[in-house]
């Protein structure tokens, strides 16, 4: 199971670190996932990072603003953000990637945390 934190109320131009911390050292043999929903609209890519730290991948929205990073010895997960907009405000889940396929595709995903809520104010 995996458990995100780090989320909270900031204003714009404003930075977070979002964590996904695992319970299990197959943790990092695996692709993890950020992923965020907004009231009303469907779950969506942010970012994914292999298990060797080196293939990271970004939806265009947050690209040059964020940076995911991992740490297999503290099974955890980062996604550094900065210059967070309004239209960043969602819950930011993270999962493992279990499927062959799309890094972005929800679908490949599971063991999905619980969340965080991160509130952007204008």
């Known amino acids: 199971q995996l458990q995100a934190s780090g989320g909270g109320l900031v204003q714009t131009g404003a930075s977070l670190r979002l964590s996904c911390t695992a319970s299990e050292r197959t943790f990092g043999s695996y692709t993890v996932g950020w992923f965020r929903q907004a009231p009303g609209k469907e779950r969506e890519f942010v970012a994914a990072?292999?298990?060797?730290?080196?293939?990271?991948y970004y939806a265009d929205s947050v690209k040059g603003r964020s940076t995911i990073s991992r740490d297999n010895a503290k099974i955890t997960v980062y996604l550094q953000m900065n210059s967070l907009k309004p239209e960043d405000t969602a819950v930011y889940y993270c999962a493992t990637k279990t499927y062959t396929g799309s890094y972005s595709s929800v679908q490949v995903y599971s063991y999905w945390g619980q969340g965080t809520l991160v509130t952007v104010s204008s």
């Open positions: 990072i292999r298990g060797d730290g080196i293939g990271k």
